[in-house]
Each structure stands twice: as C-alpha cells, then as structure tokens.
C-alpha cells in the first residue's frame, strides 16, 4: 500500500486516538503532580436556621474560598511531587503492616483492600470465562443444526445487557427477602443474607462477571472452531483418539492465538471492575481500583473534590493494566516474529 | 360512538392542559429547576408546572450536579432545590444571588422564619424542616408494654423486648449505607455525646471520649438490625418499615407520610413518631435540623430571576400544602400539623435543642472521611480507638489537599 493511501486509512483514528485518548492521560499524568487549591480565608458569618417556629442564629468563623471580580473562585496549583501517591498508596502503613505480618491492617488501607480485590477477581475470572466460553462454543458446535440458532441467541443475551442494569438485576434477586434468597432460605431452612459479609458479595460478583462475560469468549470461539482442520481431526479419530486427546492436542492448540487475544481483552476490562461495585452497593466490604479513583473524584457536600488523588489513582491503575498485559503481549510478539521468519 | 368518546377523551384532555388556571398568573419565560426527588419536591414542582412554560428535574444526585451546573454561564437551572447541606457550595462559588428585592416583590406570604439570611442577605427560602427522629409501631409498643423510648438505651431495651417476642423481622431499622448515610449516622449521635468537630485550627476532634461514645452507641444497633444493614438506605428502611419487617428506626421526618400511603404501607395508622433519641439522659436528642428550600442562580437574567421567583412563591403557596399536607413538615403557610409531624416538632422544640447540620468546607471533607473508614468498624474489622485514628488520618490528608490545613 501506498504511505499515501495508507495514511488516509490511519489518519482519522490516530487523530481521534490522539485527542480522546492520549490527550486526556497527559492531563491526568500532569495533574497526578500538581494540587490545585482555592485560596482560602477566615471569615465571621451569621447564619440563620428555621426551627419550627422561630429561627436560630449562630454567628462563627468559616472557611471560605476568595472569589475574583468575576465571581469564579481564584485558585493556585502548585507542584507537589509524589505526594498525592504517597497520599493513596500510604507505604508507611503498608510497611508497618507488613512488619506487622497482620493481613488484616493492610487490609485497612484502602489502595491495597481495592488492589487486593481487583487482581484476584481478574485472575481468577479469567480462566473460568475462558472455560465457560469454550464449553458453550463446543456444545453449540456438536448440537443438532435445528436448535442451533436459538442456544446461540440465548447464550448470548447475558452480553446485550449494560453490566450496570445486570449488577443492579443480581442486587435486586438476593437483597434482604430477594426472589432467590427466598428460594435459598426455603431450601435450606435458615435465614440467609447475601449482601452482609464479603464472601457471599465477592462469590456473586465472579457469578455475574462470568455469567456477563462468558458470550464474548463463546462468539469468539465458536468462530474459530468453524475452521479447525478436518483432516487432522479424522486422523486423529482413525488413530484412537479420544475426545479429550483431540480437544488437547488439535483443537486448543489451534484456538491458542484467540485465548490468547480474549485473554488480552479480559485482562484489560476486568481490571478496571467497577459497576459490580456500585450495583452491589459492596464499599462497606469490597472495593476495586476504579471505584476507588471515582470515589476520590465524586464531589462531597460541600464541594470539594479530590483530584490529584483521583488522578494518582487513575495513573496507578493503568500502570496495573500494562504489568498484566505484558505477559501475553510478549507471547504474541514472540508469534508474530517467529511467523515472520 | 365511538366519535363520540373520541371528542369526549379530547374535551378532557383540553380541560387538564387548562388546569394551569390554577395558578393565579401564566408563565411565559421558560423556566428550570433541579432538586431532591422526595415527595415534597414533586409537590412543590407540580405546583410551580401549573403556570406553564416550567420543567422541573427531580433527582436524588442533585448534589453532585447542582454546583457545575450552576456555574455555567448562564446557569443550565434557574431555580435550584437545597437543604442546609447542599447550599454551601453554591455559597461558596457565590453562584446564587440575593433575594432580598425578590422577597420584597413578591414574598408577602413569606414568614420571617423561612428567610435564610447568610450575613443579613436572603439568600434562600426554606419551606420545609427534615430531621431524623424516632419512628416507631406503636401497636406492637403498646402490645408488649413498652413506653416510647426517649434515649438510646431505651430503645435498645425496647429492641430486646421486641426481639424476644419475635413479633417481626427485626426490631432496629437504620440508615446505614456505607457512604454518606452511615456518616450521617455518626453526625448525629457524636454531638448527643457532646462532641464537637473540629478545633479551632481547623484539625478534627472526633477521635475523643465522644467519639468512643458515639461509635459505642452505633454498635449496639447491629444486634437488632437487619445483618444487611450496610447497603440500607432511607428509601430501603422505609420500605422495611411499609411492609411490616422493623419495629423501629431513626429515619428522616420526609419519610413519614409515606407510612400512611395506603397504595405501598401495609402498616397504615400504626407508625408512630417521637423525638429522636437522646444519647445522653440530660443532653439533646441525638439527630441534626436540616431545612429545604429553594435559591435562585446568579448567572441568569434579572427578567429570568424575577420570573423564576415568582414561579417558586406560586409552588410554595398554601394552596399547594393543603394538597399535601403530610408530605413533609412545611413552614409555609397554611400548613396544619398532623399526627406524623409530632415527633418532628418534639425533636425541633426540644431542650436542650438539637444543632443544625455543620455545613461548611470541612464537614464535607469529614464526612466523607466518615463514610469510608466507618464500615470497618461495623464489620468488626477494626476496633473503635483505630477506626478514630483512621478517621483523623482519612480527614487529615483531605484537608491538605483541599487547603483547609497546612
């Protein structure tokens, strides 16, 4: 292809990639290094509270940030290092807790309790979607022509739905007296409550994950099962062997770069789980990388918001991601060089 | 016959878009509002819709919304609905205007006491009071002989009686979702202690006797609540309460008239209130006063202001409460107190009094601090003196970054 051509091509998603993307992380990575404060003073205000039928007044001292003559709040930004990862990873609490040997302490600070979280749903949920997916896709391969279209369809419904609107589904079936904490509680006879300790929320979460992601894998197996070679599987069936000696040794290698391309694409998503978190409603006993960066930039009452540990937060999540994708990626690269040659 | 019905369906259908007779003037500049999306406010909307040319939006995240939007020039709102919590940062951006030669226009059914005066300036209109307070099933109470409990011990007393009697679900109710509602549950239980908040430098005082005090208190409501209580909201504890689970709660008085909604209670005339608990025999109860009300946005039009205004002292007439009276404890004009609003009144007229809502740049930052490090406790995954010290530490680090400490 011509550069020319090939620069037509390209062009319009570099620039888009350049300014949704790339642009938006340079702001955060700078941001990450900088406090921006409004500048504050001390002053006396009398306030005025209705009482049923009489107010009270109080007069004291706010604090209360300086408007300029256009009204807009002034504020200064300053360069502070490290400190607002200092601030969210809070080593020396992590150190002393380690010294400590307590889980439990570092468990109490808040960047390692999402951390902690975080990595293992997205590796333990990786095998068993890739498991599941392949399972449906080779049920759906052997099934009878007739039926085959409506397992399909059916299999993937649970990827059509907003994973917001399917974690708020899960919530509202096993919450307090739920339709199938009900069911439960009849069948076992005690009182069950799925949403008061960890365990229970976190065994839900890798259901819906699962049960959310499953499909993908599926559609992206089923396509590669579509051209596994014929001839080899008959002559593996000629020389004896078994369904499962022909699953490992002809079908999985051949699907081995799609594992691996869903794999990438889990990694990614996953590590940034976050509406399980809210649907759940789980911050009293789980929380993740991505709801924790949310929470910081979520604005209080009064205002205030805290960026520069939002984007800290932010950054540190992504550093996550490209440790996890190293891996593969390197495995692929490998391929792809070893193709090339 | 069937024409016929069509005609009939369209003269009814003219008649409700006349309705807006019912209000004494028509709009004619479009108006906005955003507020909480409580009963009160959709009363209060409804009524300010009858002059036309008016869209309200009615949502729970308002807060998250308000202060962007208002800031925006011109302001995406013309009318915005706040309590005493959610105004300070329209205060502090200084993104709503006086109203004092609004009032004088238009306010002449204002009582003096629905005023906000913030340095001698109006710079809101309340029109209701919200407090949380004690709710309770007096047939069950009377049934097993127990007398309204006026402190917390007592009601915990009560919860055991309750419990053993096995007469419902579970005894104790409570708004205590990780978050902004079981901080809330701490500010209103650490000044019955007699705690104060901050220091004079601006640093936290919660990690003290009071504070011990006060998480103490919070505890001992985990053995009669629901063990899912740390996903319950109010909406959550007054579903439990409508449907005959919880015996009692501390929730807030805008929840009450729905206890006598007989489309969703199953408990009509059964709920009772009383002013909230105290947590100390001689102190206040333990509970803090809010108010609603409307402000109007700086960054609009003196025609919009004037307009927006005048549309609000329509929504907030006595024609409006007397169509519902019971949705909230109303300060304007025309409102009759029932039944329902007796625990609101105890709580607000009591003696000691309790203290309004600190609203300012630090108790957002403190409760806050609050919501997230108060969980751990509960769930038994750090004892009271550490959950203190965390607290102060989670503050601490906010207020330097945010300014509020050096």
């Not at chain 2, 946005?297 to 005048?310: L, S, V, Y």
């Amino acid at each position: 292809m011509k550069f020319k051509t090939f620069a037509a091509f390209v062009g319009p998603s570099v620039f888009m990639m350049l300014l949704f993307i790339a642009a938006p992380l340079v702001s955060v990575f700078i941001q990450s290094f900088q406090v921006t404060q409004p500048i504050l003073e001390q002053v006396e205000v009398e306030t005025c509270t209705p009482g049923f039928l009489t107010q009270t007044c109080t007069t004291e001292t706010k604090t209360v940030p300086v408007l300029d003559e256009n009204g807009k709040t002034m504020t200064e930004t300053s360069w502070v290092g490290f400190q607002s990862y200092r601030n969210v990873l809070q080593m020396d609490k992590f150190w002393e807790a380690v010294g400590n040997g307590s889980w439990n302490d570092i468990n109490q600070i808040d960047f390692w309790r999402a951390l902690r979280f975080t990595l293992m749903f997205t590796l333990l949920t990786l095998p068993m979607v890739l498991i599941v997916g392949l399972a449906i896709a080779l049920a759906v391969n052997n099934a009878v022509r007739s039926i085959r279209g409506p397992v399909i369809f059916i299999s993937l419904l649970p990827f059509i739905i907003t994973p917001v609107i399917g974690s708020l589904s899960i919530y509202w079936l096993f919450v307090g007296d739920g339709i199938l904490t009900r069911l439960m509680e009849q069948w076992s006879g005690q009182n069950i409550s799925m949403f008061a300790q960890a365990w229970t929320i976190e065994l839900l979460m890798y259901f819906f994950r699962v049960w959310n992601n499953a499909p993908f894998a599926f559609v992206i197996f089923y396509a590669g099962l579509q051209t596994v070679n014929m001839d080899t599987l008959e002559s593996a069936v000629i020389d004896g062997a078994s369904r499962w000696e022909r699953l490992r040794h002809v079908i999985i290698p051949h699907l081995m770069p799609l594992i691996i391309f869903i794999a990438l694409i889990h990694l990614m998503d996953v590590y940034r789980v976050f509406e399980e978190i809210v649907g759940f409603r789980s911050q009293a006993h789980v929380i993740s990388l991505q709801w924790l960066t949310y929470d910081f930039m979520t604005p209080d009452d009064a205002g205030n918001r805290a960026m520069s540990r939002a984007s800290a937060s932010a950054m540190l999540t992504m550093i996550g991601i490209v440790f996890l994708l190293i891996l593969p990626l390197r495995r692929t690269w490998r391929d792809h060089k070893g193709s090339a040659n | 016959m069937f024409l016929k019905r069509i005609a009939l369906a369209g003269a009814v259908s003219l008649m409700g878009s006349a309705a807006f007779a019912a209000c004494s003037y028509e709009n004619e500049t479009p108006i906005k509002s955003l507020s909480a999306g409580f009963e009160a406010w959709k009363a209060v909307t409804d009524a300010m819709a009858e002059c036309g040319n008016f869209q309200a939006e009615l949502d729970q995240e308002f807060r998250t919304k308000q202060p962007a939007a208002f800031e925006a020039n011109p302001s995406l709102y013309h009318i915005g609905g706040v309590s005493n919590g959610t105004i300070t940062p329209l205060l502090n951006a200084g993104t709503i205007r006086p109203l004092d030669d609004l009032v004088a226009k238009y306010g002449e059914n204002l009582s003096p006491n629905q005023l906000i005066r913030i340095n001698g300036q109006i710079m809101a209109v309340a029109m209701m009071v919200n407090t949380q307070h004690l709710m309770y099933r007096s047939d069950i109470l009377s049934d097993l002989g127990i007398e309204t409990p006026t402190s917390w011990d007592e009601v915990y007393a009560a919860a055991d009686k309750i419990k053993e009697a096995g007469v419902v679900d579970y005894p104790l109710g409570a708004t205590m979702k990780s978050g902004w509602n079981l901080a809330q549950e701490f500010v209103n239980m650490y000044p019955g202690h007699g705690g104060t908040f901050f220091n004079d430098d601006n640093t936290t005082a919660v990690n003290s006797e009071a504070g011990l005090a006060a998480l103490g208190t919070m505890q001992k409501a985990l053995a009669y609540t629901d063990p899912e209580v740390l996903v319950s909201d109010s909406t959550y504890v007054q579903q439990q309460f409508q449907q005959g689970k919880i015996a009692m709660a501390n929730l807030w008085a805008s929840r009450a008239g729905a206890m006598n909604d007989e489309a969703e209670s199953q408990v009509v005339g059964k709920v009772a209130m009383a002013s909230a608990p105290k947590a100390v025999a001689d102190g206040a109860p333990a509970t803090t006063l809010w108010w609603d009300g409307i402000v109007i946005a700086k960054n609009i039009t003196d025609e919009e202001a004037d307009a927006a205004f005048r549309l609000a002292m329509e929504g907030l007439d006595a024609e409006m409460v007397k169509g519902a009276n019971d949705a909230a404890i109303w300060l304007v004009q025309g409102y009759e107190p029932t039944d329902i609003a007796a625990g609101a009144i105890a709580t607000a007229t009591a003696n000691p009094a309790p203290p309004a809502y600190p609203s300012t740049t630090q108790m957002g930052l403190l409760h806050t601090a609050l919501g997230n490090e108060l969980p751990a406790f509960l769930t038994g995954e750090r004892d009271a003196a550490a959950t203190l010290v965390a607290i102060e530490e989670a503050y601490t680090t906010s207020a330097k970054e945010a300014g509020v400490l050096e």
